[in-house]
Structure formats: structure tokens, C-alpha cells
């Protein structure tokens, strides 16, 4: 497949908000899992969609932001 699901942060409650707080962060956009449905609530998708090194920095944004720690 080329989306990768992950599971938010146990402190954060809601997957819309952990996505627009990653954006304003590391820049990296996802899509919230709730807008797939019930059981999407909780995680967020990222399309792998983008050549690998541009997929690589976005891995870099997210954990040099600091939003998973």
C-alpha cells in the first residue's frame, strides 16, 4: 500500500487537532483517521506517495519538532 497509519500520542485526544498541531510544527501534513470513519479515530495517515528522499525529511521534521516526545 502506499499510506502508512499511525497511532497519536497517548496525550493527545483527538487525531484532527495532533495533525494540525504536526503541521504548525514540523510542516509534515497527514491526514486525520477519524475522516475515514469510526475506527480511524486515534491515528492519522501518511501518504507515501512523494520520492523517498523528500519522505526522509519529512521523518526528520516530524522528530525534530519534538511533537512525539
Same mark, same amino acid.
Given at each position: 500500500? $502506499? ?16 495533525? $494540525? !498541531?504536526?503541521? !504548525?510544527?514540523? +510542516? ?8 475515514? +470513519? !469510526?475506527?480511524?479515530? +486515534? ?6 506517495? $512523494?520520492?523517498?528522499? $523528500? ?15
Amino acid at each position: 500500500t $502506499m499510506f502508512a497509519w499511525a497511532k497519536i500520542p497517548e496525550r493527545y485526544k483527538d487525531d484532527v487537532a495532533f495533525v $494540525m !498541531e504536526l503541521l !504548525e510544527k514540523s +510542516g509534515v501534513l497527514c491526514t486525520p483517521g477519524s475522516s475515514f +470513519g !469510526e475506527l480511524g479515530k +486515534g491515528h492519522v495517515r501518511f501518504a507515501l506517495t $512523494m520520492p523517498v528522499e $523528500m519522505i526522509q525529511e519529512a521523518v526528520k521534521a516530524i522528530k525534530e519538532s519534538g511533537i512525539l516526545s
